[in-house]
């Protein structure tokens, strides 16, 4: 992840896997210099599939990677939504993700679909570029009623910030 070309590209088989197409892009991206990773979902209809992407943008430092050696934190992080219908061959538009903590959060799931229709998108908050840990250390999970329109709540999973404060 730490390529300073890195993105999600997507291909695909008709042969169970005998052979498979040239790789494309999940998107162009219009922001550059970046890079881009996507967490992908199956939702419980079995037919719409989830992009949820982390953009890491990199403008000012186009020959590092996404983590600041110094701080061991994220450069600045766009999260952004697409959502395909047939089978991941064509993506809706991205629209963007505005989650209700502000900072950096850990790339590290995709979204999940409860019984009742929210999505939960479980993460943990992590430093910024400056070294900035504004939630402290915490893996919270955000909820959804609105389909990724918006994302309304934060449940709290788990908060280290007196264990990690101890520890130091």
Same mark, same amino acid.
């Given at each position: 992840?730490?390529?300073?070309?890195?993105?999600?590209? *997507? $291909?695909? +088989?008709? &042969?169970? #896997?005998?052979? @498979? =197409?040239?790789?494309?892009?999940?998107?162009?991206?219009?922001?550059?210099?970046?890079?881009?990773?996507?967490?992908?979902?199956?939702?419980?209809?079995?037919?719409?599939?989830?992009?949820?992407?982390?953009?890491?943008?990199?403008?000012?430092?186009?020959?590092?990677?996404?983590?600041?050696?110094?701080?061991?934190?994220?450069?600045?992080?766009?999260?952004? *939504? $697409?959502? +395909?219908? &047939?089978? #991941?061959?064509? @993506? =809706?538009?991205?629209?963007?993700?505005?989650?209700?903590?502000?900072?950096?959060?850990?790339?590290?799931?995709?979204?999940?679909?409860?019984?009742?229709?929210?999505?939960?998108?479980?993460?943990?908050?992590?430093?910024?570029?400056?070294?900035?840990?504004?939630?402290?250390?915490?893996?919270?999970?955000?909820?959804?009623?609105?389909?990724?329109?918006?994302?309304?709540?934060?449940?709290?999973?788990?908060?280290?910030?007196?264990?990690?404060?101890?520890?130091?």
């Amino acid at each position: 992840m730490e390529s300073l070309d890195y993105a999600s590209y *997507l $291909t695909w +088989s008709d &042969d169970s #896997g005998a052979s @498979w =197409s040239e790789p494309v892009p999940l998107f162009e991206d219009p922001v550059q210099p970046s890079s881009h990773g996507a967490k992908y979902s199956l939702l419980r209809d079995g037919t719409t599939l989830l992009a949820f992407v982390t953009r890491y943008n990199r403008e000012g430092r186009e020959e590092e990677g996404i983590l600041s050696r110094e701080t061991f934190g994220y450069t600045e992080l766009d999260y952004l *939504l $697409t959502r +395909s219908t &047939d089978e #991941g061959r064509t @993506w =809706s538009p991205l629209s963007e993700v505005t989650l209700p903590l502000a900072g950096a959060m850990e790339p590290c799931h995709h979204i999940i679909e409860l019984q009742d229709g929210r999505w939960l998108y479980p993460t943990s908050t992590c430093k910024g570029w400056d070294g900035e840990w504004p939630n402290g250390f915490q893996a919270v999970a955000f909820v959804s009623e609105s389909q990724g329109e918006a994302w309304e709540s934060v449940l709290p999973i788990f908060d280290g910030t007196q264990v990690r404060n101890n520890v130091l």
